[in-house]
């Protein structure tokens, strides 16, 4: 048995994945536009069913909203397997040690955030994303922002999941600087 405690792994000896988000179509520019059209409350009931104009537009849409969606998932632009990265394609994964945005798949880090880097996480959720439901979560340290995830759907539990991660790192770094933890 490697570990003590099935599924925990100190960050000292390796790093280990504790969950991973696909942003939503709300991190672009052009989800979020779409997203304010969706919103508009315009319309009836109709038999207990709300007939918006939003409602009707995000019907009428889907064609237009599928490329950019499947765009989001193609690791390599223009085979899944052969060709270059695809910088539209990421996801961000929370570890024992780190928070990262990353390309899938062996793609490789484009920007990272060491747990002991933010003290606290804001959302805000930008015009256009409440729709989806999704947001941005702004790390700070202090009055400083340091890191920004955009488009996190349902930002709520993967803020709680990054803050609890950030106290045990946090918490174990202070341990074993007064010498109560061993390395």
Same mark, same amino acid.
């Given at each position: 048995?490697?570990?003590?405690?099935?599924?925990?792994?100190p960050?000292?000896?390796?790093?280990?994945?504790?969950? !991973?988000?696909?942003?939503?179509?709300?991190? !672009?520019?052009?989800?979020?536009?779409?997203?304010?059209?969706?919103?508009?409350?315009?319309?009836?009931?109709?038999?207990?069913?709300?007939?918006?104009?939003?409602?009707?537009?995000?019907?009428?849409?889907?064609?237009?909203?599928l490329?950019?969606?499947?765009?989001?998932?193609?690791?390599?632009?223009?085979?899944?397997?052969?060709?270059?990265?695809?910088?539209?394609?990421?996801?961000?994964?929370?570890?024992?040690?780190?928070?990262?945005?990353?390309?899938?798949?062996?793609g490789?880090?484009?920007?990272?955030?060491?747990?002991?880097?933010?003290s606290?996480?804001?959302?805000?959720?930008?015009?256009?994303?409440g729709?989806?439901?999704?947001?941005?979560?702004?790390?700070?340290?202090?009055?400083?922002?340091?890191?920004?995830?955009?488009?996190?759907?349902?930002?709520?539990?993967?803020?709680?999941?990054c803050?609890?991660?950030?106290?045990?790192?946090?918490g174990?770094?202070?341990?074993?600087?007064?010498?109560?933890?061993?390395?």
């Amino acid at each position: 048995m490697p570990q003590p405690i099935a599924g925990v792994t100190p960050a000292s000896e390796r790093e280990a994945t504790i969950m !991973t988000v696909w942003p939503s179509l709300a991190a !672009t520019a052009y989800g979020r536009w779409w997203g304010r059209r969706f919103e508009n409350r315009l319309g009836m009931t109709l038999f207990g069913i709300p007939l918006t104009l939003g409602r009707l537009l995000a019907l009428v849409s889907i064609p237009l909203i599928l490329p950019l969606y499947f765009h989001m998932l193609l690791p390599r632009i223009p085979g899944i397997v052969f060709g270059v990265p695809n910088p539209a394609c990421r996801r961000y994964r929370l570890t024992n040690r780190r928070v990262l945005v990353e390309q899938p798949f062996g793609g490789g880090e484009q920007k990272s955030v060491s747990l002991d880097r933010f003290s606290a996480i804001d959302i805000e959720v930008q015009p256009g994303q409440g729709w989806y439901p999704a947001g941005d979560l702004v790390f700070r340290d202090g009055p400083i922002e340091t890191f920004r995830l955009l488009g996190v759907p349902h930002p709520e539990a993967f803020r709680q999941t990054c803050l609890k991660a950030h106290q045990v790192f946090v918490g174990v770094e202070k341990a074993r600087q007064l010498g109560a933890v061993s390395a």
